[in-house]
């Protein structure tokens, strides 16, 4: 039952002190309109009955979900079926350190012998160098697009005459255009002649392939142009060095390789044990553990389950046993026509392939996991990629319809409780009446103790523990078909109340069984009621003193 309607059947004393401070308020408004110096003191027992809860709860009410996270499925015939999700996965490419590109050099010399073959005003030499992307991963690029990065360039010349370098890269083009730059080094009278350009990469697509017949690599050439005569001895250098710096992919084509995407233990909380005690016939008739993938990596991914248990808070763990261990988890990659795209993949733990049944018949509090997850290396294609912004999701899921049956579902929970003694020497004596009219397959025998600081019993609320709602009335197929009403009555004496005065706390003990001591399955749907009537009368103390 939803803990705070169990708490207006136990805070009887709270709504007895409201009722006589009502009634000494009154007595304060008289005394101010009449001179009760010339009355005597009268002493009355008035007797009050109020109604004070009105409540017709549904499953949902009942469950009190507050975790975003959980919730209540109503199928098409109305079953109910109870869900906790975690995420318990979420990675992107920007956070996966193996995948980033870090920054590559190079450092290229022409020799004198080239550089004199050439040395007529208006020639030029070109020399080609082929540059080797080094990643930090086994990772084999046909092609990588930048989003960002720079390419920074800083000549020394001998040559005494001006010079103008074309640095191109026939591989890396943007909007359909290579690379190509052109940076003069202006001769002033000494040597050596320097430069230090920069030149922005990005929206550059590198194609790394060498024509289909390498990976990691693409061809720098560097024309020199001598522009006016120059004097060469044989000793002079002509060197470049060139820096890819602060590279940053949005997207990469290729083997990828084998990267660790996670590996991990963690639990998910079963909230509807959270006030469980004890042991307990329970059965779910179809329980299931669902995992869901969302992956827009365009990388085949390995997962799987390599333990899953449910921990009752006893020290005992209950291992879930499947077919297949470790369980694999189903993973779908887009190509490359699906680029930008997320697929949707799920495998699920149910009857029919483990234990499932008997890990959650042991009311489990908390369901622990421990998962691994990586790229595949099965596959040499080519043809894997991986944006900047690709996402590798993996959920788990808890799907336990409420069909099945148990007996003797034990739950205690505790609330603060407090109470002035000049409230109880106002009361004489009460009468509480409960009446539930319940829709559902389910019998509740329930006890409420009050208690001292250090929990020792004062007194209960009811003489001994006894049904406070009887379960309805089912057919054949286990469907209530007409709700059964229970009234309870409570007698508060004098003596009771005056234990209240040293309660600190109410422990509120309830048993839950379905219909016929849980020998009959049963099926919660969502158009079943529990209707809860809290009614009161009381004996009240009171007089007048002029």
């Known amino acids: 039952m939803k803990k705070s309607d169990f708490i207006k059947q136990v805070t009887l004393a709270k709504q007895l002190m409201f009722v006589t401070l009502m009634v000494l308020t009154f007595q304060s408004c008289i005394k101010d309109n009449f001179d009760t110096k010339k ?78 073959g050439h040395i007529s005003n208006g020639n030029s030499a070109t020399t080609t160098n082929t540059q080797t992307i080094t990643v930090t991963s086994s990772s084999q690029l046909s092609s990588v697009l930048l989003k960002g990065g720079t390419l920074d360039l800083s000549f020394s010349s001998d040559i005494n005459s001006n010079v103008d370098v074309v640095i191109s890269i026939p591989s890396a083009t943007k909007s359909g255009i290579a690379f190509s730059q052109t940076v003069t080094l202006n001769y002033t009278g000494t040597t050596p002649v320097t430069a230090s350009p920069s030149f922005d990469l990005t929206g550059y697509d590198f194609d790394l392939s060498q024509g289909g017949t390498a990976y990691n690599q693409f061809n720098v050439n560097y024309t020199i142009k001598v522009n006016g005569p120059a004097t060469i001895t044989g000793t002079e250098q002509f060197s470049v060095k060139a820096m890819m710096d602060s590279l940053a992919y949005s997207k ?22 959270n006030h469980s005690i004890g042991a307990a016939s329970f059965q779910f008739l179809n329980p299931k553990v669902k995992l869901i993938t969302y992956n827009s990596f365009g990388v085949p991914i390995n997962a799987q389950l390599t333990q899953l248990s449910g921990d009752n808070m006893t020290g005992t763990n209950n291992i879930l046993q499947s077919s297949s261990t470790p369980f694999p988890i189903a993973i779908a990659s887009p190509n490359l026509s699906q ?74 929970d505790t609330e603060a409780f407090s109470i002035g003694s000049t409230v109880t020497d106002n009361l004489s004596s009460g009468l509480l009446r409960i009446s539930n009219t319940n829709g559902f397959p389910i019998d509740v025998n329930m006890q409420i103790y009050f208690v001292d600081s250090l929990f020792n019993k004062l007194d209960s609320l009811i003489s001994s523990e006894q049904p406070i709602i009887a379960s309805g009335i089912i057919n054949s197929a286990g469907v209530v078909t007409t709700p059964t009403i229970t009234n309870t ?19 509120i003990y309830a048993k839950v069984s379905t219909v016929n001591s849980g020998a009959t399955p049963v099926k919660i749907y969502s158009n079943y009621r529990l209707e809860v009537k809290l009614g009161l009368q009381i004996q009240v103390n009171a007089q007048f003193k002029p």
């Open 252 to 273: 990469i084509v290729g083997n990828i390789g084998q990267h660790i995407i996670t590996g991990q233990t963690d639990t998910i909380a079963v909230t509807i044990f």
């Open 489 to 507: 009555d409570i007698t508060i004496d004098p003596a009771r109340l005056k234990k209240l005065v040293s309660t600190k706390q109410v422990l």
């Open 39 to 116: 009355i005597a003191a009268i002493k009355y027992n008035p007797n009050f009955a109020v109604p004070l809860v009105y409540s017709s709860l549904s499953m949902a009410d009942i469950l009190n979900l507050k975790n975003t996270n959980d919730m209540l499925q109503t199928g098409s015939d109305g079953s109910l079926t109870l869900i906790y999700t975690d995420n318990i996965i979420s990675q992107e490419a920007s956070s996966i350190t193996a995948l980033n590109i870090p920054n590559q050099s190079q450092v290229v010399t022409i020799s004198t012998t080239t550089i004199s």
């Open 339 to 412: 680029v930008g795209q997320t697929l949707m993949a799920s495998d699920s733990l149910t009857t029919t392939n483990s234990n499932i049944v008997s890990v959650f018949n042991q009311t489990p509090k908390n369901i622990i996991y421990t998962l691994s997850a990586q790229t595949s290396t099965v596959s040499a294609s080519q043809n894997d990629f991986v944006l900047d912004t690709s996402k590798f999701r993996l959920n788990l899921e808890v799907e336990l319809p409420l069909t099945g049956t148990n007996f003797k579902f034990a739950m205690v």
